[in-house]
């Protein structure tokens, strides 16, 4: 049987990650270029073998995807506007007459074109895109050498998908020298060295060049693929073989065969960011976050140059076959001036901090009775999570807690029946969501488990990042009036699901030796209720502000989305355990949200979200950015000195992981610390391009300052002490305070 993924792919950041954004109009490079570099298909296609997975992936996408759309001209269209757009993102490397020119050559030939197994489109246009890109470098390397008055009023606009291509070399020009003199004002502001700065941009530019170049035709095709997929909706997508198996170890199975480090490509260089505990590298003892890695043998091969080699293809050579040997000549971090090779053997790794894991939060009500909440973090649906949640619920009801919080503010989805078992934890039997394909009636997925985990008081915490699986079962448990669910406006809207086809059960291997996958939409899911997830999402019981709710990052926003529609109501029957209580939690909630300095401070960063929303451009004169710099950090400073006045106490605060679990181990004491380490060393390592708030993410790190898990928390206590001061936790409880 086919897994079904209900699932969306993003990146999301901190609020003052979306901040920065906002307030400095900084975008990582690689989103204002274009989209990341894609994985290689690991064999360099001849023409006739692209033409064919070309073929091959239309030919299923109009036969099969849920849209049931023709692949015609106006499909075609479609596919040239997004393959343009995924060069060019940002619109600054082509001009408006070469965009002309691919419209009135291939708007309308495409379809024709990927039928007959031709993809000589692709390559065409990303000549061009080459040739252009070499032009862009070429100018960009004479703007460096400038001099720019910073005391004009200039504008620029960093966020330029939206705009026309620039219509001729001229423009262009003008354009640039604007992005450039931008680039060098952020410098500025972050009192960098000038030589150095510029030595940067050039070398970035440079790299950006070099890379584009290098791709081979797997690579080009897997952009061009995703363009065609894409006109039919954002979740469809062509991926590579790598891609594919990256996308397996991140969304499915989360583990892989390798070293266990994680990688970071820092200008030019391939260097250790972490090492994960018990993986070859770790035990080794041999290698050390910050050595680079320069070259890379398997067993007993040549090594291979790595410097300047994409970070994905030097991911690719690490990994292997479990018990393999893979050799590594490093730099190290502590001695610059030496070289030395290590041998690790290859082993699995698992990605525990994805985890489910969880927190206790141990109070005392008004009268002196404990009252101790577990909180258990889901950040997505992978392979047997359902099980890995009931153990930590069996643990915490071990450790006597009233009541558990289900964190599902950052889960983007997952695997469709785990979404479903997981559901099944809090309600004895019944269906949990409607899955329909087109022209077909619904089919009612149900939990056949008489079993309950917990039937104690529940809330679910949910916001814009949650998607798919995570509104699945957001819904169900709010259509049975089992759960207080509380976030965002909305949910993040994602009501499609998708089945990874692996095209080599289509495409012999005689044609083409690794074709790759399709990740195709095939159907649409729908709540027991009937009503759809689908663009609208899950509106919380109780809402809360926040800053996602005015950020275009929702199913809505994405292009080419199927709409929202209804069903037939499933047979079901509502517990009605939450109902009767919402007015009150309501009311006390919007008091406490009210009085609340953080959420105020929330409030003044969507007031500021707002006002770039529709300014767009960004000041490129050094005073006026300098006042807004020194009004940012004045703003900061205050906030950060009222914050110290009123210093959470963590010792009621105990954290759980999955491993604590299966051992019966003691809980331990959460420690602040050590999450802010590893906030700060993310916020470090990201590429933001800015660095003019750096003493802003001290306070933003703090995993203390969560002002939703807060009130999710009062919520949840305010909730229990309705029910019943003193009552047993459970649905006996619940039944007898009505």
Known sequence: MPRYLASTVFKEGSRKHIMNRFRAGLFAFAVLMGQAVPASLGTQLSDLQAGRVANVVGLILEKHHFRGSRFDDAVSNGFLTNYLNALDYNHMIFLQSDVDGFKAKYGNKLDEETKAGKVSPCFQIFEVYKDRLEERNILVQKLLRQEYDYTEDDYFIPVRNKEPWPKDDLESAKLWRQRIKYELLQARLAKEKPEETIGLISRRYNRLEKTMKELDKGDILQLYLTSLSHTYDPHSDYMSPSEATNFDIQHISLSLTGIGAQLIWDDGHTKIKDLIPGGPASISKQLRP?????????????????????????????????????????????????????????????????????????????????????????????DNCAAHVETLIDRLKKEKISALVLDLRRNGGGILDEAVQLTGLFIKKGPVVQVKEPKKEAQVLEDSQSKIAWDGPLVVA????????????????????????????????????????ALETVIPKSQVESPGKLKLTVSKFYRVSGSTTQKQGVTPDIILPSIYDYLDIGEAALDNCLPADQTTPAVYASLEQVKAYLPQLQAASKTRVEQSKEFAYLNEDIDQVKKRKEEKSISLNEKARLAEKDQAKALTDARKKERNARVKATSHIFDLDLEMAENDKPLEPFNPNKEKEEAELAQATAPTGDGEDAEDVEAEADPLIDPHLDETLEITRHYLNLLGKGAKPGVAAIQSSK
């Open 290 to 382: 910050g050595d680079k890695i320069v070259a890379v043998a398997q067993g007993n091969g040549e090594p291979v140059d790595v410097i300047e080699m994409p970070l994905n293809k030097v991911v690719e050579m690490i990994r292997g076959k479990k018990g393999t040997e893979v050799k590594l000549t490093i730099v190290p971090a502590k001695n610059p001036d030496s070289k030395k090779t290590i041998s690790l053997i290859r082993d699995e790794i698992k990605f525990k901090e994805q985890f489910a894991k969880a927190r206790v939060f141990d109070y005392s009500d008004e009268n002196g009775v404990g009252q101790k909440v577990g909180v258990i973090t889901l950040p997505q649906f992978y």
């Open 462 to 501: 949910v916001g814009k990042m949650s998607a798919s699986a995570s509104e699945i079962v957001a819904g169900a448990l709010q259509d049975y009036g089992r759960a207080v669910v509380v976030g965002d406006q909305s949910t993040h809207g994602k009501g499609t699901v998708q089945q990874v086809l």
